[in-house]
């Protein structure tokens, strides 16, 4: 194709671009950018691109270090600035922000130029006439995407808390009804024994409300690794799936157990036993009252890790959403069933030890979630 | 004599007892299910579906939940009232379900004062009957 040719497509491309030496003298740029400056290429070729006025801010200061560092080959220092950045990022991490927040730009360098938002790329083009290569920067608009990725963002965070409120809504919504109609009933009634019956449902169910808290609490909050106790996995298995089948529909549950005798695990035992309890409410809730729940637990590696693996018969998960059932607030419970924070909190609870959490579902047929948790020191049981 | 016969379908049996005192205390007669088939099957025993002049039912519950339940009653014995009592504020299935001809929607804690009123009221204006 003749140069001119070439030259002609490079100008109608509809993404700026622009080419600089290591000097930062523009060697050339397109219709676009000319656009996006309000500059002409005729004004801009051979001059120094940090003498030519233009209305810039920070980034586009940024962007000169960048092509600068780039050119020098030293743009480690602009990853490293990068990564930095990210690290930030995930500490002050909104819990009510769903993972990938910026969408496909998220780690990308960006420039804000006249209220327009552009990511860019810098790549090189080596100069035959010339030791250093040419830096072309090439531009893209996000505006708009990003303007969608921030509603979208602000929908799953309503939608999250309105799942979470109603589900908290009814949870306590019922118990606090009976509390006040067990007391009502108490100031009616002046047989003793059963003004003592009825103390005794209140008091039966402000333990229950104090109960819904606390896991609510646990869910939102993670305690740092403090009081680690040593922990029987076995009996956190069991004293989770009584809770688990106390609280869930369960008349026609039968339950599998198959325990190998474990190394005891460094932790605090609430904290394991939530991990299950969260799991096991699921299954549980999954099969609706009616299936085969499989619990199988391994000695691995030579007493250095231990394998919980639960299965159930539930309806399972639909392929589609298999990526999803970590995230916090993703529910293919009915509004007010799931608070959708279960698996969120195992998740973080297994990380949090260190350990890896595995889901494998088949829709119609069941899920097995299986925990790997790595033994440090292990003691035989 | 009762001022009048209601059904209360709800899987939580506090909720029931409490709903159940209120409605006694006020000279009702009361039968419960614990769920929506339970409540369908009990409404076409004996005379209920003669009886019956308001049903109290709750929204989340297994098996057949509330909202199924009401459609089947809504069928089965248009002339009933029916109120929703559910700790499950939610605006717009509220505004669904008067569309579909439930009378009222409580939300618990719901007084006991507003309960009493609104059976009450649905049981003095007596059955719809369409012609």
Redesign the interface.
């Known amino acids: 194709m003749p140069s001119h040719r070439v030259q002609q497509i490079l100008w109608a491309l509809p993404d700026p671009l622009m080419a600089v030496t290591s000097t930062l003298q523009v060697e050339y740029i397109n219709s676009a950018l000319e656009k996006m400056l309000g500059v002409s290429l005729d004004q801009m070729q051979g001059k120094n691109i940090q003498e030519a006025e233009l209305e810039t801010g920070n980034d586009w200061k940024d962007l000169l270090q960048r092509i600068k560092d780039f050119s020098c080959g030293n743009s480690v220092s602009g990853k490293r600035a990068d990564r930095e950045n990210n690290k930030t990022k995930e500490l002050i991490n909104d819990p009510l922000m769903p993972k990938n927040s910026m969408g496909p730009y998220q780690n990308r360098p960006k420039i804000n130029l006249n209220s327009k938002i552009y990511f860019y790329e810098i790549f090189e083009v080596p100069d035959p006439q010339n030791s250093n290569p040419l830096s072309v920067v090439l531009f893209r608009e996000i505006t708009r995407d990003i303007e969608i990725n921030d509603q979208m963002v602000q929908a799953e965070k309503m939608s999250g808390l309105g799942t979470l409120a109603?589900g908290l809504?009814?949870?306590?919504?019922?118990?606090?009804?009976?509390l006040?109609?067990?007391s009502?009933?108490i100031l009616?009634e002046s047989d003793k024994a059963k003004i003592d019956l009825i103390a005794g449902?209140i008091s039966e169910?402000s333990k229950k409300l104090v109960a819904i808290l606390e896991n609510l609490n646990s869910y939102i909050q993670l305690n740092p690794i403090d009081g680690h106790m040593t922990v029987n996995i076995n009996e956190r298995l069991d004293a989770a799936l009584e809770i688990a089948l106390l609280t869930h529909?369960s008349k026609n549950i039968t339950v599998t157990k198959y325990y190998s005798p474990l190394p005891f695990f460094k932790a605090r035992s609430d904290e394991i036993q939530q991990i299950f309890f969260n799991i096991f409410a699921n299954s549980i809730q999954a099969m609706?009252?009616n299936g085969n729940l499989e619990i199988r637990s391994t000695n691995i590696d030579r007493g250095k890790g231990i394998v919980v693996a639960i299965q159930d018969t539930g309806e399972g998960v639909p392929k589609e959403y298999i990526a999803k059932v970590f995230d916090p607030f993703f529910t293919t419970k009915?509004?007010?069933?799931g608070t959708g924070l279960g698996l969120t909190a195992a998740y973080q609870l297994v990380k949090k030890y260190g350990g890896r959490i595995k889901f494998n579902s088949v829709q119609g047929e069941g899920t097995t979630v299986e925990i790997y948790l790595p033994v440090e020191n292990g003691t035989a049981l | 004599m009762p001022k009048g016969k209601v059904l209360i379908i709800d899987d939580e049996s506090d909720v029931r007892d409490v709903l159940k005192f209120h409605l006694s205390e006020n000279n009702y007669q009361v039968i419960e299910a614990e769920n929506g088939q339970e409540g369908i099957d009990l409404l076409k025993s004996g005379d209920n579906l003669i009886h019956v002049g308001v049903i109290l039912c709750d929204i989340r519950m297994p098996k057949v939940n509330g909202i199924e339940c009401i459609q089947y009653l809504r069928q089965e014995a248009p002339g009933i009232p029916i109120v929703v009592v559910t700790g499950f504020p939610d605006t717009q299935m509220a505004v669904n379900l008067l569309n579909e001809g439930v009378k009222d929607y409580l939300v618990k804690p719901v007084e006991k004062e507003k309960l009493v009123a609104t059976v009450e009221k649905l049981i003095a204006g007596g059955k719809e009957i369409n012609f």
Request: no cysteine; charged share 30%.
């Open positions: 109603a809504a009814h949870e306590l919504n019922n118990p606090l009804y009976t006040i109609g067990f009502e009933m009616r449902r169910r529909e609706n009252g009915d509004q007010g069933e």
